[in-house]
């Protein structure tokens, strides 16, 4: 397996893969790459005859007081992650080659980006689109792949290739957890051992709210108190959302129907950790 920093040498790999007919795909990532990634990874692998993976902590996407500089990095042990799923080219730019000196464009998303994270985070999502629309212009892959763990994002990539008409096929994989639960995240390395086990509150939530829309309930007002309630319970999290909203506009609504999305951010000391759980009630 290769892996390359330079934008010139994956367009000539994926020209020559081009080439030989072979379908590429894309695992667009930041590294320290755990189960979750693996998950995206290993159905690429399926469904490609070539997987590029990118690892790129884009400074684009953190705000001036966020964890830009902490982010956890490990390009060896991602090397062998991705020698042993079968990718065969690591894309590890430095942020001087994605973002040379003069540059002055970005993609902005109008809707999509005011709720959930996007109101905690203003600048976050335009950081993502930005960056991903780069990486889809660098590999212009067939396919690409995105967690169900950040589901916004997953609702604005699918937004933004249809507005875009990037010719690219969008995969959501479903939520990797930590055997007791807890969604597997590099940010979960922040955590003490109190913390750790503290974090659990949130997959503790998103079960119960998973289980009262499976009951039955569909007042998104009455789930969101419950998830609070239980939340809250933890005296590490500090809540900052818990939010029902549709998974496809990313709009706040008040009654569980069609397609919805119930999301939620808890701080669990100084670290930010994100969950959620998708139901489409027209197949409950
Ligand atoms: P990140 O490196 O955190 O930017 O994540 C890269 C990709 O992996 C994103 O599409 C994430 O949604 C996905 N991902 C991260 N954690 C998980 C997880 N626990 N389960 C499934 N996908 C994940």
Redesign the pocket.
């Known amino acids: 397996m290769k892996r390359t920093g330079s934008v010139a040498e994956v367009r000539q790999q994926v020209k020559e893969w081009k080439k030989q007919g072979l379908t590429v795909g894309l ?6 790459l ?1 189960e ?2 693996k ?2 990874i290993d159905r690429a692998v399926k469904e490609n005859d070539r997987v590029v993976v990118s690892i790129f902590v884009n400074p684009i996407q953190f705000a001036p007081n966020e964890d830009l500089e902490s982010y956890p990095r490990d390009i060896e042990k991602d090397t062998e992650l991705c020698t042993n799923a079968g990718a065969s080219l690591i894309f590890n730019p430095t942020p001087e080659e994605m973002y040379p000196n003069g540059f002055s464009t970005n993609v902005v998303m109008n809707n999509l980006t005011k709720e959930l994270c996007g109101k905690t985070r203003p600048t976050h999502f335009g950081g993502v689109c930005t960056v991903v629309s780069k990486l889809f212009n660098i590999v212009a892959p067939d396919r690409a ?6 589901a916004q ?2 609702a604005i990539i699918k937004r933004m290739v249809a507005d875009l008409n990037f010719d690219i096929e969008i995969k959501g ?5 930590e055997a007791d639960g807890l ?4 940010r979960n390395t922040y955590l003490s051992a109190e913390e750790r086990q503290a974090a659990l509150v949130l997959s503790k939530s998103i079960a119960l709210g998973k289980k009262m829309v499976e009951d039955g309930e569909r007042n998104a007002q009455t789930v969101i108190d419950a998830m609070k309630k239980c939340i809250s319970a933890e005296p590490l999290a500090k809540i900052d959302y818990v939010s029902v909203v549709d998974a496809l506009s990313i709009t706040p609504i008040d009654e569980y129907k069609g397609y919805v999305l119930t999301a939620i951010a808890v701080y669990i000391g100084k670290t930010r950790l994100i969950d959620n759980f998708i139901v489409d009630i027209d197949t409950l």
């Open positions: 695992v667009p990532t930041m590294g320290y755990h979750g990634h998950s995206l792949y995105f967690g169900e763990k950040d994002q997953l994989c479903p939520i990797v957890r969604a597997k995240s590099s």
